[in-house]
């Protein structure tokens, strides 16, 4: 069976950026038993831009991560960015793997990561590569493929901008998700609206703007107090502003247009 496949209710995974502690966990896990949250996302190893940041617990997040998940039967997804990521998320039963941004720029590794994989059944999810190039990301999935997995979901997290004037942290670029979608009708596809706006305030609205382009659901980051978040703190909502979002959004007729695209 598999994990992700189309249908008409969407798809909602969220979680914090990253694990900080076994109670953020607790309260997040608690908050969801009331929410169709279909899988915890939580960021064990940050990939930072630059060192000195916060870059996660690591085995210690993954323990914990496993408790939660046997406590509350949630399912849960971690980013790997290193084959012996793999073999970790594998030891601690993690349900659901991501490649990051910053990974999927590299084919290499991206190769490494599919090597790893390789027969052992986990779903996985293709970030979009910080670049706005929808043959790298496609290059990376079709790398998941040709090792035999099947279950993949794509993942609209914006691209890098140098732009002064820019309204969000990443521009969500929609003609190249949408380009993804032309060439590849068949894969899910979820947007990520905390990545695109970086700010907490908006990400309703994208997330609105995501499903009425037809995506297939959304990755929303969650923080049980945003402000003293360890990463990404500028852009995670509450459990109880992600169960209002949940409730107030519109799930229309999707229109891919022209005019939806101008960034
Ligand atoms: C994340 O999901 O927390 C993350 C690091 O995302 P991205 O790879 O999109 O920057
Ligand atoms: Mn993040």
Known sequence: MSFFSKSSAPIYIAGPCSVESKAQLHEIAMAFKSMPIQFMRAGVWKPRTRPGSFEGLGEQALQW?????????????????????????????????????????????????????QGVHLPVMI??????????????????????????????RGFSTYAKSAAYRNEPNWIIPIELKRRRPELILINDPSHITGQS????????????????????????????????????????ALAVLIQELKIRTPHLEASNCAN
């Open 65 to 117: 991560l496993s408790e939660i998940k046997k406590e509350f039967q949630i399912p849960i997804a971690i980013e790997v960015a290193e084959p012996a990521h793999v073999e970790l998320a594998l030891r601690y039963d993690v349900d659901v793997v991501w490649l990051g941004a910053r990974t999927v720029v590299n084919p290499f590794q991206v190769q490494r990561l599919a090597d790893a994989l």
């Open 127 to 156: 970030k979009n590569p910080v670049t706005p190039d929808v043959d790298l990301w496609i290059g990376a999935i079709e790398r998941m493929e040709k090792v035999g997995i099947t279950d993949i979901a794509a993942v609209h």
């Open 201 to 240: 305030a908006h990400v309703a609205a994208m997330a609105q703007r995501a499903m009425d382009m037809g995506f297939d659901g959304l990755m929303i980051e969650t923080h049980p107090n945003p402000s003293s978040a360890l990463s990404d703190a500028a852009q995670q909502i509450t459990p109880a």
